[in-house]
């Protein structure tokens, strides 16, 4: 029971469909599957995540060259970038805060 709940959290499916477009959103939210930092910042969010736009960096090449543009060469995620300003692994109390002033 417990590999089933780890694996939905891991699941892409848990992260929500933005349907703004990034420039309309908030923040947008690079992130992967499996990363245990982007689940947590996903449960933190909660619904308030869904103001954001988030990008998988493995199925888009050009959002992994984003990451690794502000992250010192790195795919480190999550990366959010809010107002223009990216933020790698940024606190997701702090980003929660952030996007429900949104």
Request: aromatic letters at 8%; glycine letters at 4%.
């Amino acid at each position: 029971m417990i590999f089933v709940a780890l694996a939905a959290l891991a699941s892409p499916l848990v992260f929500p469909r933005s349907t703004p477009a990034p420039a309309d959103a908030p923040a947008i939210i690079y992130w992967r599957p499996g990363c245990p930092f982007c689940m947590r910042l996903r449960a933190t969010l909660g619904r308030t995540g869904r103001k954001a736009h988030w990008i998988d960096i493995w199925s888009d090449p050009d959002a992994a060259a984003a990451v690794r543009a502000v992250a010192n060469g790195n795919e480190t995620v999550p990366t959010v970038i809010l107002a223009g300003v990216p933020h790698v692994n940024p606190d997701p109390l702090w980003l929660r805060r952030e996007l429900a002033a949104a």
